[in-house]
């Protein structure tokens, strides 16, 4: 009786196994499986990227995996995956892998657009988040608390204005801490008295942004390297590239891959 | 056939004794890769270090929770400050002066209100509790006093329940006895029907306490997750469920173990809680 009743579930099961293996080559033409990990802000738009690539080249797999900037280093030194991708430069000690700029993202810093303020020194916005200016009057407005507004640790946004901005500062235990772009965008929209920084592809009419240095955010002072708080989005890969993770890359670098960024808020080549 | 129905019910008993005894599993299961993953920090980095030290910077090597936990009893403390009073008078008026159409009426609606997600709870705090906070009494608005506002709404159904039970279990010839000793009615509520249901009221509110330092989301949303001990009621916070939630996305290593850490001092408290409410204080019921 028992013994009848495996002699269905195991067949059953093999083939249940059999069918979900991926080496099943019922399918015309082989797949070919690019691997990518890293940088969780390059992640979404390397999604948007593979989901527009594998339109054209149905016979590309593109396995894109989180994990952060550090990791994503240390899996292609590992060569465990294909590509990298990393929003922040190599350190030292990663120097021999190589690097390939796809796009640059601008950090905003941004204010409620009811606040008057509409420019500040990069020094300036390094003393707001390190504490030792706490006060909208030591600024040119009124004699209220500054609420300023970060991102959790860990966070790509966070570490590239730490790099870009804090250079060396620790931010202040009393910053309030939200954990995504839009979470800050909200909070930053609601409260007159707020300050933060977002990803400048996310900014828009609820929030004003600051000029920094006399320097306006654009996608045009940015290209002309005026404005300072920008961070690279790289991928990153040890030697040469396969032919076939080469087409994916290329395909980034092209016109149409170029677009697709630049709609998303980031500062492509072409514009 | 007898043979068949004995071994029907036996077959029943086993099935249900297997789920029941599933449920302690995952408790169990639960139990077990929280410390296999938060207790590796505590060795390497020291007890004393996480539990009272003061910085938190996981990516670079500070794992300091004090503070957390400091912000997470404060938050408590505020919701209990303001749900307790409200939630033992709603159960007084429901055990000993409403009408019965009343109760059919009130009891389902505080149901309901134990049923809204926490998230809901969240989202009206930030559209409207913290803006008023922010223009009434001053600050960002995400603070201290928001949060425990919110929260003591939310333990509200929690405590009402309990008490409201410990009420009802009063015997009704203690309530004869002291009508006959010529006692108005407050009187008898205030000084025989609350202090013999004492220990149900007061387990009430540390169950509700228990409810109250485990509500991420709401909290999340309202509290302004600042890393510092809040020096007033208007400073912002960061609760220990509020740290886990906040940071898991983008850690990885010692930030991730740092995160389970997190994990096992929340439950160790909450355990301490639940003990203290279930043990401690229904003994002394027994006596």
Redesign the interface.
């Given at each position: 009786m028992r013994l009848r009743r495996w002699a269905i579930i195991l067949p059953l099961l093999c083939a249940f196994l059999v069918s979900c293996s991926p080496n099943s080559n019922d399918r015309p033409g082989r797949k070919h499986t690019i691997t990518i990990a890293g940088s969780t802000s390059v992640m979404p738009f390397t999604e948007k990227l593979a989901e527009h690539f594998v339109v054209d080249h149905k016979n590309f797999i593109i396995d894109v995996q989180g994990g952060g900037s550090t990791a994503g280093i240390q899996a292609v030194i590992n060569n465990t995956v294909d590509l990298g991708m990393s929003s922040r430069e190599l350190k030292e000690g990663e120097k021999t892998l190589n690097t390939i700029t796809i796009c640059h993202d601008g950090i905003v810093v941004v204010v409620h657009p009811e606040n008057p303020v509409t420019e500040m020194g990069l020094d300036q916005v390094r003393q707001i988040f390190s504490g030792r200016i706490s006060n909208w009057s030591q600024l040119g407005w009124k004699d209220r608390k500054i609420d300023a507004v970060s991102r959790e640790e860990g966070s790509g946004t966070r570490s590239a204005f730490e790099d870009l901005v804090m250079k060396g500062k620790e931010i202040n235990d009393a910053t309030m801490v939200q954990d995504s772009n839009g979470s800050v965008k909200e909070v930053v929209a609601t409260d007159p008295y707020a300050i933060g920084y977002i990803s400048m592809g996310l900014v828009d009419k609820k929030v004003k942004p600051v000029a920094i240095d006399g320097v306006s955010p654009s996608i045009k002072t940015i290209k002309s390297g005026r404005y300072k708080i920008v961070r690279p989005f790289l991928y990153i890969t040890n030697g040469e590239l396969e032919p076939k993770a080469r087409q994916f890359v290329d395909y980034i670098l092209s016109k149409e891959g170029q677009t697709i960024l630049k709609n998303e808020g980031l500062v492509g080549f072409y514009d | 056939m007898i043979d068949r129905t004995v071994f029907k019910e036996r077959f029943v008993k086993w099935v249900l004794v297997a789920f029941a005894l599933s449920s302690l599993l995952f408790l169990f299961l639960i139990f077990l890769f929280i410390l296999a993953e938060g207790l590796p920090l505590f060795l390497k980095v020291g007890v004393k270090n996480i539990i009272f030290g003061f910085?938190?910077?996981?990516?670079k090597g500070y794992f300091g929770i004090f503070?957390m936990i400091i912000s997470s009893f404060l938050v408590t403390i505020g919701a209990l400050v303001i749900g307790a009073p409200m939630g033992l008078s709603c159960a007084i008026y429901l055990s000993e002066y409403s009408g019965k159409k009343m109760k059919m009426f009130l009891k389902p609606a505080l149901e309901l209100l134990a049923g809204i997600p926490s998230v809901v709870f969240g989202f009206l705090g930030?559209i409207y509790i913290?803006?008023l906070v922010?223009n009434y009494l001053g600050?960002?608005?995400?603070s201290l006093i928001s949060t425990s506002l919110v929260l003591g709404v939310m333990i509200l159904p929690t405590i009402i329940s309990i008490s409201f039970d410990a009420l009802v279990s009063v015997p009704k010839t203690y309530r004869e006895g002291s009508a006959a000793m010529g006692a108005t009615k407050w009187q008898t509520i205030y000084k025989v029907i609350i202090p013999s249901a004492k220990s149900g009221i007061l387990a009430s509110f540390i169950l509700g306490m228990g409810r109250a330092i485990g509500e991420t989301m709401a909290v999340?949303m309202i509290a302004?997750?600042?890393?510092?001990i809040p020096g007033s009621i208007l400073?912002?916070l960061?609760t220990l469920t509020g740290n886990i939630?906040?940071?898991l996305?983008?850690?990885?290593g010692d930030?991730r173990l740092g995160l389970f850490s997190t994990g096992v001092v929340l439950m160790v408290i909450i355990m301490i809680l639940n003990y203290i409410a279930n043990f401690g204080i229904k003994r002394k019921i027994a006596k």
């Open positions: - | 910085k938190w910077a996981p990516t503070p930030v913290v803006p922010r600050g960002s608005g995400f999340i302004g997750n600042a890393l510092k400073d912002p960061r939630a906040l940071e996305a983008y850690a990885t930030h």
